[in-house]
């Protein structure tokens, strides 16, 4: 399936209230209701539209500081990055990880309390990791600009 310009539309206001109502939407991208929530309806059946989910404060929730680690595994063999993929998706702490292409194998996001939230995390889970070689972290000092919106 293509998108159009309504679809985009569409996609483009729920990516940024994704709690509008179908009428409001349907006001906004210039559609029926009726019309809107079958658009809506097709663009979540054909996984355009993936989940929908409340974003939380990190601060509210307490846990303001952002680590990036940078994990080089022992090989690349795919028993070692099925095992580390697996062990790595079992840890609370950890909001992304990404195979990457470049000097790290890995790159996780990792939120906590404060630094000694961090070494307890580094120290009960990140250290055990499963084919570990060495691993870097960097603490984000403040974010910039951040964002879950796609480019449309």
Do not use: W
């Not at 060495?134 to 403040?142: I, T």
């Amino acid at each position: 399936m293509t998108l159009d310009e309504t679809d985009r539309r569409i996609l483009s206001v729920l990516q940024k209230q994704g709690r509008i109502s179908n009428a409001d939407l349907s006001e906004r991208v210039n559609l029926s209701a009726s019309a809107c929530h079958r658009r809506v309806q097709r663009l979540e059946a054909d996984g355009f539209i993936r989940d929908y989910v409340a974003l939380l404060d990190a601060r509210r929730m307490k846990v303001p500081t952002t680590v990036f680690v940078e994990i080089t595994l022992s090989g690349q063999a795919d028993e070692v990055l099925d095992a580390f993929e697996r062990a790595v998706a079992r840890i609370p702490d950890v909001l992304e990880c990404h195979l990457m292409a470049g000097s790290a194998d890995y790159i996780l996001k990792v939120v906590a309390e404060n630094t000694e939230d961090f070494a307890r995390i580094h120290r009960q889970h990140l250290s055990r990791l499963p084919g570990v070689a060495q691993m870097q972290s960097s603490f984000a000092l403040r974010t910039v600009f951040k964002t879950t919106a796609l480019p449309i």
